[in-house]
């Protein structure tokens, strides 16, 4: 059953979360970072785990406020199965997300300024998110995320045509959660594990890999009823649930 929220736990290469502090970061600096993060996600297509995992490190060595890079390192050493490392990663991503809200520009140019950065990394969120692989092409989480960001790129745009004074959005998105409920389960805490693909569902609870996640998670403790019942909340999102997985639940509930 670890193997199924393996095979499910988010789609591809995420961009959205990017925050550079470019204002207070050597000149190139940023460029740099987002070199490494882009290199990083090309090893990670390639399924070369612990390269990916090192560029995507050096690229938090230069923006330690990098948000995304965390969350992307959590990727790759869910890749290389180094779930402690995972989890720290994604813990770490959280709280940044967390952070930014308390966070205070000394002018509305260096407001500007982030919100440009900002709006930069979604646009290329939303292309990256469009070039999926195969297998998760047109499925349910690809037009979710892309519809997320889409909705994102819209704030941050209409803030910056108020040019008003900024207060970053520190609402965590749902992914990270979901990611990191996933290295929990692989950990073997399932009590972390459900904690946050609950949270990732109350962030969005249109996340039918989520509900999905956390149907693996009850049938594999055997709470087959909730499983039953997040498998139909999945379903209901236009998610494709595995077909074995419902028959070996289906059995287990019988009894076989």
Known sequence: MKDVIAAVSLVGALLVGYAPMSAQLPGGSVERATRLY???WESMHREAWAE??????QAIDIDPKFTLAYYSLGRAEMGLHNFAKAIDAYTRCRELYVASGGEHFSSQLEANKRLDDRILETKIAIDQAGQASPA???TQSQSLMIRELRNQLDRLMQARDRNQNVTMDATVPYFVPMALGAAYFRSGKIGDAEREFKAAIDANPASGETHNNLAVLYMTIGRLEESIHEVTLAEKTGFKVNP????D???KRKGK
Do not use: C, W
């Open 249 to 251: 639940l289906e059995a």
């Open 244 to 247: 074995q997985f419902k028959q």
């Open 136 to 138: 998760k092409a047109g």
């Open 38 to 40: 882009k290199s990083g």
């Open 52 to 57: 990916a995992a090192r560029q995507f490190q």
